[in-house]
């Protein structure tokens, strides 16, 4: 068991580029969450994958976000033409179909400027 | 719809001090709730959970009641270290094959004085 692995840990860039985040969840866990964390506040749900279907995105999640988890292995966090709103912690969850409660990363911390 | 309310920090005690973190929930059906922990440049961390009404989860000398007469899962610990001081995060979640997301509270920030 490796844990939960995010890369970046940290991206800076530019107002309107794009980034794209990484996630490895620990293997054989076949859901996977996206989370996002302000400073001072808590986590807040994005979206969540069960093996490779995409089975629910928070209204958080606007036109300009999008995630993938092909194979139902590995996920990506796209986020285009950032904004500075969109500066937080990227956190990344996964576990398996019988246990309540789940394992996280590290996160990657975005800033924009 | 579904919501967690922790007590406001920071929350700052000395050392071997007692400690109590309120937390109160609303949501519909029985939810689980959970208590996580966030270190200094650290992930969140699962302190403990309890899934049914009455369980206590304990961890590392930390304990919550899962209470639903009065939908509260306080944290409480009999004397604290210093290596406690931490943000602590309530959290619930609909549990196994229902809506898994869990909706965690704003976080508590605990710092605590040698």
């Known amino acids: 068991d490796t844990g939960v692995s995010q890369n970046p840990r940290h991206k800076i860039t530019k107002r309107g580029q794009n980034v794209t985040f990484r996630c490895d969840p620990i293997?054989?866990?076949?859901?996977l969450y996206w989370y996002r964390q302000t400073l001072g506040q808590g986590p807040e749900f994005l979206t969540y994958f069960q093996n490779e279907a995409q089975l629910e995105k928070s209204r958080l999640l606007s036109d300009r976000f999008s995630a993938e988890r092909p194979k139902g292995s590995f996920s990506t966090l796209e986020i285009q033409r950032t904004e500075q709103g969109d500066s937080a912690m990227y956190l990344c969850?996964?576990?398996?179909?019988?246990?309540?409660?789940?394992?996280f990363g590290s996160g990657t911390r975005l800033t924009v400027v | 719809g579904d919501s967690v309310t922790q007590m406001e920090g920071p929350v700052t005690l000395s050392e071997e001090a007692f400690l109590t973190i309120n937390c109160t929930y609303t949501a519909t059906g029985y939810p689980s709730l959970f208590w996580y922990v966030q270190y200094p440049g650290e992930g969140l961390q699962l302190l403990l959970k309890a899934t049914k009404a009455d369980d206590k989860g304990s961890n590392k000398g930390f304990e919550a009641t899962y209470r639903k007469e009065t939908t509260s899962f306080h944290l409480e610990k009999g004397s604290v270290q210093v290596s406690d001081s931490a943000v602590y995060f309530c959290?619930?979640?609909?549990?196994?094959?229902?809506?898994?997301?869990?909706?965690f509270g704003k976080g508590t920030r605990l710092h605590i004085l040698p």
């Open positions: 959290a619930l979640s609909k549990g196994l094959n229902r809506d898994d997301k869990i909706i």
């Open positions: 293997s054989e866990h076949n859901r």
């Open positions: 969850a996964s576990s398996p179909p019988d246990r309540v409660g789940y394992t």
